[in-house]
């Protein structure tokens, strides 16, 4: 009786071809560490799942939105709970799909007959980064603004068409309720929904042409031919090959445990990203973006101001049709890390730049800010009454957001007071601060500060040069 | 040609024909807000006398809450009257990538918390990634009152 239904079932419902095409299947035997793609799968339902019932409590409305985060977080029952959920898989997307991504670069993933796959892996890493933007600009706090303001200050610099994107975005030429309502839209409906087509396709895609084996990478494969052949014989050897389901989804697994276990460790251990002051235009609340982004953050701070403004618009089109052109131009017939020394190289290279870059955003987050704190007197050293005088006006002057004084405040803008290349005399210090050279970054106090302030900070200048370089 | 081929290219076209009848008035609904004519829209700072001559002072532009679509919050600027006849109002966009900028009295600069850029008063750009000064807004004097034009500016600032 029951076998009967099950058999009613799999026939009426046709369950039985997706049994024989997808779950039955033989796969050449992969590696452990080739489930990062099914990582991302679960990560993506995750996502799915608790970005629902997100959407049941927020309120995409200008005046709304951030109180509404704050109910979903403090006060519904474990909304917390989801919303860390939804936050750290996210970030964790973002990872495990840039690993996705390098391994494929490694191995030559893109090459014949997978440049479909590849194409649409494309559209779907440029899909999730996206998202991953717009999700933390809808919680409409200080950092979400201005994530938002720094991705459409990026999309203003193209030439032409920059400004006409921009009121496409922001639904007109200021951020307005539209503009929240278009990002709840393509954060929330379509984006998702392309996501989730695309995702679909892909593996369709990767169940047709199945991913990079083992064998594929020992010797060169010229054709399409060769490869499908060299690919069904791994599939059905009774050695090399193993069914998919479930041999092979128990075997690559681990880094899907492992993505689960880090998004529920870091929401019971830190909970969702806490909320900075609601969005306004005149908080001065100190903004930076997601962690994710960090090494984006480092690499536009760090180039020559000359480039910058192009840089924001090409850098990610050029991302894009590389990416892009990847398959057609690297017409090589060797696949695997191992056999594709350049390749290899530039994936180590790539590796150790996103993990250098998002270490130093986070060693110097380059903010020019008031220093808090007037500059330090090494020891050993007695201020006379004048020059302490100017060591307080240092402060109150702002010298300290640019200048240190022998490796004690400063943003290091200017140079180290106790590093100078020259000695100053007073009169030439006098000069320097009224009336600075011109082409050095530092403005002019002729007319804001009196005779005896001049005189106390040049006094401070003129004793703090003959500190030791550096203070221990 | 065949009737097969035929009947194909009937029902490629007829599905071109709905899918245009649904999909181009969704596109240019869609698009719309891009070729909106740009017209000045003037709102209002206060007072000018609330603006000390020869001083950087911050301000936010009022919003009447009745209007549609709704203003994302107040907007920040900065106005600056280096003497009796001038005045300048700042955006607070760093001119970089749009973080917004602090103004620091004592050195007199406007400093940005992203990657470090530093503005003079004049909207000069001194330090950091930036590579332009400044962007002012269209203003003007209202019975007293001190207003800029908000569409003076590109859309992102």
């Known amino acids: 009786m029951i076998r009967r239904s099950l058999r009613w079932i799999v026939d009426r419902f046709g369950l039985g071809p997706i049994w024989d095409h997808v779950l039955d299947r033989n796969v050449p035997k992969d590696p452990w560490y080739h489930g990062d793609g099914m990582a991302l799968l679960v990560l993506l339902t995750v996502l799915v799942v608790t970005g629902m019932l997100l959407s049941m409590g927020y309120c995409p409305a200008v005046d709304e939105a951030y109180r509404s985060v704050e109910y979903i977080t403090k006060r519904q029952t474990l909304g917390w709970f989801v919303r860390g959920l939804h936050y750290w898989s996210g970030g964790l997307m973002v990872v495990m799909l840039f690993l996705h991504l390098c391994r494929q670069l490694l191995n030559g993933g893109y090459k014949s007959p997978r440049e479909g796959t590849w194409l649409i892996g494309v559209l779907l890493l440029f899909i999730v980064l996206a998202t991953s933007l717009l999700g933390y600009v809808l919680r409409w706090d200080q950092r979400g603004l201005y994530g938002l303001k720094v991705l459409l200050t990026a999309v203003q610099s193209t030439p032409g068409l920059g400004e006409k994107s921009v009121l496409l975005l922001q639904g007109g030429p200021e951020v307005t309720s539209l503009t929240l309502s278009r990002v709840f839209a393509l954060h929330v409906v379509l984006l998702p929904m392309l996501l989730l087509m695309l995702v679909g396709y892909h593996l369709y895609l990767v169940i047709l042409h199945g991913t990079t084996t083992l064998a594929e990478r020992k010797e060169p494969i010229e054709t399409v031919e060769e490869q499908r052949e060299i690919y069904h014989e791994q599939a059905e050897h009774p050695v090399k090959g193993e069914v998919f389901f479930p041999t092979a989804v128990i075997k690559i697994s681990p880094w899907s445990i492992v993505s689960l276990a880090l998004a529920f460790g870091l929401t019971i251990v830190f909970g969702p990203r806490a909320l900075l002051a609601p969005a306004a235009n005149h908080s001065a609340e100190p903004v930076s973006e997601e962690w994710w982004f960090a090494w984006y953050s480092a690499l536009v701070a760090l180039l020559p101001p000359s480039i910058a403004p192009t840089f924001q618009w090409l850098f990610p089109m050029a991302v894009f049709i590389g990416l892009v052109l990847l398959p057609f131009v690297d017409r090589s017939p060797l696949r695997g890390w191992k056999n594709r020394p350049i390749a290899t190289t530039l994936v180590v290279l790539l590796v150790l730049s996103v993990l250098g870059l998002s270490w130093l955003r986070y060693q110097s987050p380059w903010t020019a800010q008031a220093a808090a704190a007037v500059p330090a007197t090494p020891a050993g050293f007695e201020l006379a009454h004048e020059a302490e005088q100017g060591r307080q006006l240092f402060r109150q002057y702002g010298c300290t957001i640019c200048h240190s004084v022998a490796g004690s405040g400063g943003a290091k803008i200017g140079s180290d007071l106790a590093q100078l290349d020259t000695i100053y005399s007073q009169t030439e210090l006098r000069q320097y601060i009224l009336r600075p050279p011109a082409g050095v970054a530092m403005p002019g106090y002729e007319g804001r500060i009196s005779d005896d302030e001049l005189e106390q900070i040049v006094a401070y200048v003129l004793v703090a040069q003959t500190f030791p370089r550096k203070q221990e | ?157």
């Open chain 2, 1 to 157: 040609m065949k009737r097969r081929t035929m009947a194909g290219l009937l029902v490629a076209a007829g599905s071109a024909v709905v899918a245009g009848a649904v999909g181009l008035p969704t596109l240019i609904a869609g698009l719309s807000p891009v070729w909106q004519p740009k017209q000045a829209t003037w709102r209002p700072l206060g007072r000018l006398n609330r603006f000390a001559i020869g001083k950087v002072t911050p301000a936010a532009v009022v919003i009447d809450r009745r209007q549609w679509p709704k203003p994302a919050g107040e907007q920040a600027v900065f106005v600056w009257r280096p003497n009796d006849g001038e005045i300048i109002v700042y955006s607070r966009s760093c001119t970089d990538l749009g973080c917004p900028l602090e103004y620091e009295p004592g050195s007199g600069c406007f400093l940005c918390p992203c990657h470090g850029g530093i503005f003079a008063q004049d909207g000069r750009r001194l330090a950091g990634p930036p590579q332009s000064p400044l962007l002012r807004y269209a203003n003007r004097i209202q019975d007293g009152v001190l207003e800029i034009d908000i569409a003076s500016l590109p859309p992102a600032a």
